[in-house]
């Protein structure tokens, strides 16, 4: 389409713009006002807070030769650009749609019906849970997690989760978030405001529609030795199942210079006497 939406009657570097490319003619046959379809780009328009946010920053362009009356004449290109006769503002309040979990990149994308402000998304809203019934669920909530900064005006927002939001998820493993059956996120009304300060009203359950297993593996972060009682404490990155550690896969160097280090490989004799989660200790024998 030719047609261009714009935020004042110029066309200079001041006016925000946008063709209507897209738009549907709704209109058929003769008829002295012509009616489009803008639902293709209606998020675009919405994203754009510069303009069409009100009668006065809303215009549109028209250029010569885009319609033709019942003679055949084309329509000329003076006085192209009309401000809005009636502007309807936006009432609508914004759902939650759906929501995407990757464990492995640690993030959440909330899929919202319409574009929302990126400033207003409120995390503490969220929690995770293990099926559409909260009260038979694993819960585990969103606390300490954080909105992307990559986030912009948009249908979709990014929540980057926290190691300690993503520890407490991974503990809750195999009941929770493990695929698509499992993964369900609540969310508590007021989380957002659409571009037109309309608020999420009501509270909710969606289940997530694409799920990204962990495929990373954990890494050790530091450990503890104690001579006087005989023990190991091994501090990981993420949760670890501590019943698939192989003492006798640990040597302990003298150095970080392994190369003519001193060097003691442990044995597999040593027993878990404690885990976390994050942390194993080993009773040395």
Not at 82 to 101: K, Q
Request: proline fraction near 2%; include cysteine; hydrophobic fraction near 40%.
């Amino acid at each position: 389409s030719q047609l261009v939406l714009q935020s004042n009657s110029t066309n200079d570097n001041s006016v925000a713009s946008l063709f209507l490319t897209g738009s549907m003619v709704v209109t058929q046959g003769l008829s002295s006002m012509v009616t489009l379809n803008i639902t293709s780009i209606l998020d675009i328009i919405k994203a754009n807070s510069l303009f069409c946010t009100s009668r006065l920053n809303t215009y549109l362009y028209v250029p010569a030769s885009v319609v033709m009356d019942t003679s055949g004449n084309r329509n000329h290109g003076a006085s192209n650009v009309s401000m809005v006769n009636v502007f309807t503002r936006d009432t609508t309040n914004p759902t939650l749609v759906t929501f995407d979990l990757d464990m492995n990149a640690n993030q959440i994308v909330l899929v919202f019906s319409e574009t929302v402000q990126a400033s207003t998304l409120q995390i503490a809203g969220l929690v995770l849970q293990s099926s559409w019934n909260r009260s038979a669920s694993i819960l585990v909530p969103i606390i300490t997690s954080m909105a992307s900064s990559a986030n912009t005006n948009s249908k979709q927002l990014t929540v980057l989760i926290s190691m300690s939001d993503m520890n407490m998820i991974k503990g809750n493993i195999p009941t929770l978030a493990t695929g698509l059956s499992n993964t369900f996120l609540y969310f508590t009304p007021g989380i957002v405001y659409d571009m037109a300060s309309n608020a999420l009203l009501q509270p909710g359950v969606v289940q997530v529609r694409n799920y990204t297993r962990d495929s990373t593996g954990p890494s050790v972060d530091s450990f503890t030795l104690d001579l006087n009682t005989g023990s190991l404490a091994i501090t990981f990155t993420e949760y670890v199942n501590a019943n698939t550690l192989n003492a006798s896969k640990i040597t302990i160097y003298s150095s970080y210079v392994l190369s003519g280090a001193t060097s003691y490989a442990l044995t597999n004799t040593g027993s878990v006497t404690f885990s976390t989660g994050t942390v194993i200790k080993l009773t040395l024998s």
